[in-house]
């Protein structure tokens, strides 16, 4: 039992519990089905996102573009489908500028040798303009496509839609990451790229599928947040990629190397969303939901030096 | 700059030990001011320990250090720099981005009370040094437009400038050019004269009867000798430097099958290598020799796919590679045991199981997973085979011993079918018994068809093992020999020519 | 020309000759660009990124990073606007304003130098947490300047002598002062050391703590002197001000030489860098050029300068 509650999920979960025990007492609207639902919708759209995020650090990089891709795809995906009536048509050109701007990612980091940080916050200014470009108003829901507004608001056994989807695609990357080679090339090119290379590993090749998968993810996400708001908007979702990465690093994935778990994940993200729930129920200043993030990110770091030191 | 006012120093019975290796072992010597004092051996004779030790860089696990007659005790970088030891290694730490006058000025700018920089002051002063010194660079020139010989007489400059009373040069003149080499020794003779004590560490012995007055012989971590330059000649220190019984060799075939599996043709890389060509027969074991420097690991790196090659191909069983990467090189069969295990070998947050299957995972997929229990077993046998000493194949890499890992990197590639396997330095830091197991395994597979490029620097495992040995230099091949036909000494010579 | 050639030093001349390609392009290409309106206007605002840019460039030769500079902009700005509204003192607003600024300096410095946190991720959370706090304190709404002094106005919007803009001065003043401490002060030296090469500065027995603490330090408190131009020119605190703004810095200081990893690149760079993205950005609105491009334009313009940079260091080039 000790062990459990010096382990990383061990904290987390405590933490979470805590939270949850204490927000219960403070407004029992905390426990209300709608409430769940709220805070289970708005962390699957972080969790699916997160995934790739895991990929991309675990191997040494980082994607900061990918709210404003996911605020553009909510637009893309609004328009098209507006336009089209086709929903399958939404999705291919999601999917299609998804890859696009994943591989670009990608190659801007092989090629250019642009270290990802700054390339993916290059790229992050680079989507938040033209989005603007694309169209300058939001995009309201006008084709009322019923299926499409499933997507997000839908339940399936109870269960909000945002979570099935991300339940069905949590358990692939789940056995990508720890039952397939590809889990391990990622994790050597992150923890040793000399090492790695050295043993006839094409990094280049694996960073670039990294910053790709990641941008599909966030085509799906996107796609799930389009249906929540019934609008694409931009600027949707400005600061998710703060959210994102402090929940990866908070489920014990580091930059240094060494991946964290998924429960880890799960967990980091719950505290971030209960906590920005909690914001709301106890009637904070919603603004208080920028400084959190950004003060967890910095905490998680420090401690995950800390961590880092003390192992080495 | 002053005439510095340092005597000598007392080396008494210096000794240092890491985990699973005697890098010191008892060693003593003096330096005394105004004299250049040699420091000579192979690779791994224990010069870098020495030198780091001076620097404050290690500390020393046993012996006394005497300082003009004072004992002293170096704790860090600062104690030995106070005392005016200073070192000047192949790695340039200059400021590249700063001007020659500002390098030599690092530590103190003449500025006034504002903090400002008074230049006109800085830039004589250099020029005046510089004069003393015998040097004539520019002292506004920037460190990125000087090449590699000049950096390192601002190294020189910067070390001396103030209070000097030993400067170390660790392998000064690797990278220069006979005329470059020439004005160096002008330099050393112009500190000489300034009664600076200059400990020269090199392994190029024509240079030491040049520039040297006495000679100091590490081998193995013992000093072998003490000589006056006067008093010894060139075969003595050789005998000195590699001298040691040769161990019983191991069987190879008399004569090797020409079937050739390797073929590189005229490679180049941008840097060092110059033109390498060889063939690989099957089951050959090709051995390299080469000092620090020579180009060795640029070859095993380049001819592996890691570094870029800038001319030439290679053919390996019909196919012809000319822009290839590491993928390609070990689909074809190759494997590569570097030298460097703790940057370039363990991937340190995984364990010894996945360290070792890491090149051949494709080996153990069923349907795109990975079999664990098939890893364990391949790992098991190996651990077992080689005797890792570790209590299960879960282990932390990291928190095996050096030896141990490198059996771990061994197996890493002996796992796999190969055709031609690079070791690179593969009995470093492993004892003797497991050396010996581990070049016994290398001979039973060669026999078994596979072929290896063997460089190292332990003359006795080159002897014992090789079919031909290769002697590099400079990113050349310089001379190939037959084995049964070449002592230790035509070896080591050709490769200092 | 010997003189001119002195003075720019090989990179500074492709920078300035850029620059002057870029001007007589959209000299030609807009009626209005050329006058002396639309010049005295850019250099009102370009003097509040130029301020902010030294003191970046600054940091980032000394090898630490500060992307919460927009964020600053807009948290300084309370205490200045604030300050005024209560007590009528103009000086004692500005007091404060660089007060605050210092103070956030000195924490992204402790947290990035003394507890090891990569100033990236530090800097990085402060974004939002500094823009959080504005948004808290201003409830999303701009603090105006209901004190209005003269003086105040004139700091953002006078001209002196009707023509040349005090905040132009300003901006030129600092830029001078900073020029002349980098290159000829043991400080500035000291600072480029630290960011080339740590190793060799720690053996040359710098204090390497402190001097990073120290830029940033600086890097805040002149951008809070941007913030206070800025607030002048707009008459209030506005909880947007600053938005993405650390992003305008980056490509033009990037742009202008001085590179990411540390002790590379000089100021003038940075301040020609920083004139070459103004008159893009001021030409590109004269032509009716949606303002959203710009930030399509800094993008691709970091890409660009940051890419040529490695290519170049890895000699690939």
Redesign the interface.
Known sequence: MINLIKKNEGILFLICISLCIFLAIYNPQFYSIQNIHSILRSSSTVMIVALGMTILLTSGEVDLSVGALMSFVTVIAMDVINVTGSISLGLIAVFSFCFVVGLTNGLIRTVLSVNSLIGTLAMMLILQGSVYVYSMAAIYNTHLIPAFSFIGQGFFLNIPMPVIIMLFILPFFIILLNYTRYGRYFSSIGSNPDAAKLSGINNNRYKVIGFIITSLLVGVAGIILASLMDTGQQGSAKGFELTVIAAVLLGGTSFLGGSGTIIGTILGILILKIIDNGIILMGIDQDFQLVVPGVILILAVYFDNLRKKKNV | MYKSKFKNLKINSVSKEFPGVKALDSVSMNISAGKVHALMGENGAGKSTLIKILAGAYSKDGGKIFFDENEIILNSPYDSLNLGIKVVYQEISLITGFTVGENIFLENYPVNKFGIVNWKILYEETEKLFSKIGFDINPKTKISDLSISQQQMVEIARAVYQNASIVIMDEPTSSLTPNEIKKLFDVIENLKNDNIAILYVTHKIDEIFKIADEVTVLRDGKHISNRLISDTSEEILITDMVGRKVEAAFERPKSIDKNIVMRVKNISTKNKLKNISFDLSKGEILGFFGLMGAGRTELAKAIFGYDQISAGEIEINKNIYKNFNTSMMVNSGLGYVTEDRKEEGIVKDMNLRENMTLPSLELFEKLFFIDKNKEQKQSNEYIKKFEVKTPSCERLITLLSGGNQQKVLLSRWLIRELKVIILDEPTRGVDIGAKTEVLSLVNELAKDGLSVLLMTSEMNDLLNLSDRILVMANGEIKKEFLRNNVTQEDIFRASVS | MNIIMKYFKKGEFALFAIFLLVFLVFSFSSEYFFTLRNIMNVSGQLSIILIASVGFAILLIAGEVDISIGSLLAFVSIPLIQTMNLTESVTLGIILCLFFGIIIGLINGY?SVY????S???T??????L???V??YT??RAISDDYMSDFFYYIGNGKFMGTVPYAAMIALVVLVIFIYVMN????G?KL??VG??K???R???YNIKRLKLSAFVICSFLSSISAIILCSRIGSANHMAGD?FE?QVVAAVVLGGVS?VG??GTLTGAAIGVMILAIISNGLGLLNV?T?????????I??IA??FD??KR?KVI
């Open positions: 947290l507890l090891g946190i990569s990236l991720i530090v990085l959370g402060m974004l939002f947490i823009r959080g706090a948004y808290l409830g999303q000829n002060t043991s400080y030296r480029y050391a080339g090469n190793e060799v500065a053996l040359a027995g993405l992003f990411l002790g590379i949606d959203q491009w710009q930030l399509v334009v800094n993008g691709v970091i890409i940051v890419g490695e290519l890895k």
